[in-house]
C-alpha cells in the first residue's frame, strides 16, 4: 500500500527545471533500467517510479507538463504529486545506481538537487525531516538534544589539550547515542601519544541529514559555526569516527562554504597513518573470522575502501573474509539520505539483507566504520535473528592496542 505523505504541494505551475544538471540527466538516461537490481529502495518498494530510471522519466514528464507526445495522445496529466515526492524521498542516496549507470550520470548529485528544488517550492522534506532541521536549529544537533552534553562521551582520564594536534569530531550519533564510538576512538588515538581536543559545545550537526534532504540553506549555518570554532584551535587535523560526517566535512563544506583548515582524516585513514609510522603498538591478538561493510559515504561517496581493510589485516588472530558485494559494489546498509528517518522498517530491513550478506561469509564479526552504520545493523541483525556481532573499527582496536594486562577487560 502507498503510504500517505502529508506535505502541502506548491501550488506553482510547473515548467522546465532550470538546474543544469537536472537538464543533463534527462537527456543522457537510456532508460536501459541497469540500475534498477542494484537499488535497495526499490527492493523494497518495488515500484518503477522508484528505481533510478523511474525517478528520471517522472521528473522528465513533471518537466515536460505531461505534454510529450504519448501524454498528449493519452490526453495524460503530469503534475507534482505525493506519489512524486514519495518517489524522491525513497532512496537512500547509496550510489549504487551511479556506479553501474554506463551513461555516467552523476546519479547521487542529481537526486540531492531535485530535493534542494522540492525543499524550495515547499513539495519537501517529508514530516521527519522537518523534525530533524528543527532540532538542528535549536539545539545544533538532529536529535534536539541539550548542547551541554554535546561532549559527554569524552574519556574523563584523557586530557583535552589547549593547542591539539587533532581535533575529534564525534558528529550527533557519536555525540547523543553511540557514545562508546568516539570514546574508543579518542582512547585509541590518545595511545599512540597524538593530543587531542574537540569542540564541545560548538560542535554543530555536520548538516549531513540537511544537506541530503534539500535543505541547504541551514546546512551553510553549520558549516559556518565548524569552520569558525576548528580553526579557532590551532589544530593541524581533525579526525572523524563517522563517514557521514567525513563525507560532509572533507568534500561538501567546500562546495557550499568553505573548507576546514585542517586536513580531514576518517578515524580508519588516521589509525593506518599510526601504525605504519610505528606509532600505535598492536598490542593484542583478535581472535575472531571478521567481514567488513563500506560505508556508502566513505567507500563509494569518498573512495575509501582500503585504509579499514589494512588495519584490519595487521591485527593478529584477524581472519578477514569479503562479502560478494563489496567495496564499490557494496549493498547499502539503508540508514543514509533521510531513509531511515522517514522509512524506518524498510531501513531494517535493509540492514537485515547485508546482515544475511555477512553470514553467507560465515564471519563472526561484522565490522563497520560508521556509528549510523552500526546502529542500524545492529537493528537488522536483530530483525534478522542473527547472532553476528556488529563493531565499529574503534572497538577492535580500542582492545588490540590495550595494554596488554587491559586488554581483557576492555
Ligand atoms: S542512490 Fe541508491 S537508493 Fe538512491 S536511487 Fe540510487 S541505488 Fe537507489
Ligand atoms: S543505468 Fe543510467 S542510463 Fe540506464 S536507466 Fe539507469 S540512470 Fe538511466
Redesign the pocket.
Known amino acids: 500500500m502507498k503510504a500517505k505523505i502529508s506535505v502541502e504541494l506548491p501550488k506553482v505551475k510547473l515548467s522546465k527545471f532550470n538546474l543544469p544538471r537536472v537538464q543533463k540527466a534527462l537527456t543522457q538516461c537510456l532508460q536501459c533500467g541497469y540500475?534498477i537490481e542494484?537499488?535497495?529502495?526499490?527492493n523494497q518498494t518495488p515500484w518503477e517510479s522508484?528505481?533510478?530510471r523511474g525517478?528520471i522519466y517522472y521528473i522528465k514528464a513533471i518537466d515536460t507538463n505531461g505534454m510529450d507526445i504519448v501524454d498528449t495522445a493519452l490526453g495524460r496529466k503530469i503534475e507534482l504529486s505525493d506519489d512524486f515526492v514519495d518517489a524522491m524521498y525513497?532512496?537512500?542516496?547509496?550510489?549504487?545506481?551511479?556506479v553501474v549507470c554506463h551513461a555516467h550520470i552523476s546519479?547521487?548529485d542529481l537526486?540531492e538537487e531535485m530535493r534542494e528544488w522540492m525543499f524550495k517550492n515547499g513539495a519537501g522534506p517529508l514530516p521527519a525531516h522537518k523534525g530533524i532541521a528543527v532540532n538542528v536549529k535549536n539545539k545544533h544537533n538532529s536529535f534536539g538534544e541539550s548542547p551541554a552534553k554535546r561532549d559527554a562521551w569524552w574519556p574523563a582520564d584523557i586530557e583535552r589539550a589547549a593547542v591539539p594536534d587533532a581535533i575529534f569530531f564525534a558528529g550527533c550519533t557519536g555525540s547523543y547515542r553511540m557514545q562508546h564510538i568516539p570514546t574508543a576512538g579518542v582512547t585509541v588515538l590518545s595511545r599512540a601519544g597524538v593530543k587531542m581536543n574537540c569542540l564541545g559545545e560548538k560542535e554543530y550537526c555536520c548538516s549531513s541529514p540537511l544537506l541530503r534532504t534539500g535543505n541547504s540553506n541551514l546546512s551553510l549555518e553549520c558549516a559556518e559555526a565548524v569552520v569558525e570554532k576548528a580553526d579557532g584551535m590551532g589544530a593541524k587535523d581533525m579526525v572523524m569516527t563517522c563517514s557521514g560526517c567525513y563525507k560532509t566535512v572533507s568534500s561538501d563544506f567546500g562546495k557550499y562554504y568553505a573548507k576546514v583548515g585542517q586536513n580531514v582524516y576518517h578515524f580508519s585513514q588516521y589509525v593506518e597513518k599510526l601504525i605504519n609510522e610505528r606509532k600505535l603498538p598492536l598490542n593484542n591478538e583478535f581472535n575472531a573470522k571478521v567481514t567488513y561493510h563500506d560505508p556508502?559515504h566513505l567507500g563509494r561517496h569518498s573512495g575509501v575502501y582500503d585504509a579499514p581493510r589494512n588495519v584490519l589485516k595487521k591485527i593478529k588472530g584477524v581472519e578477514f573474509v569479503e562479502m560478494e558485494k563489496s567495496r564499490e559494489n557494496s549493498r547499502?546498509c539503508g540508514a543514509g539520505?533521510g531513509?531511515k528517518s522517514a522509512f524506518g522498517d524498510l531501513a531494517t530491513n535493509i540492514a537485515a539483507e547485508r546482515i544475511r550478506d555477512a553470514e553467507a561469509t560465515g564471519a563472526e564479526i561484522l565490522v563497520t566504520c560508521c556509528p549510523f552504520c552500526v546502529l542500524n545493523l545492529t537493528q537488522g541483525a536483530k530483525k534478522a535473528g542473527s547472532n553476528i556481532k556488529v563493531m565499529d573499527l574503534s572497538q577492535i582496536l580500542l582492545q588490540v592496542t590495550a595494554p596488554k594486562e587491559a586488554a581483557s577487560k576492555e
Not at 542494484?38 to 526499490?42: D, F, G, L, S, T
Not at 525513497?90 to 551511479?98: L, V
Request: charged share 15%; proline share 4%; hydrophobic share 25%.
Open positions: 540500475c542494484v537499488c535497495e529502495a526499490h522508484v528505481t533510478p525517478k525513497k532512496c537512500t542516496g547509496c550510489g549504487n545506481c551511479e546519479l547521487v537526486w556508502c547499502c539520505g531513509y
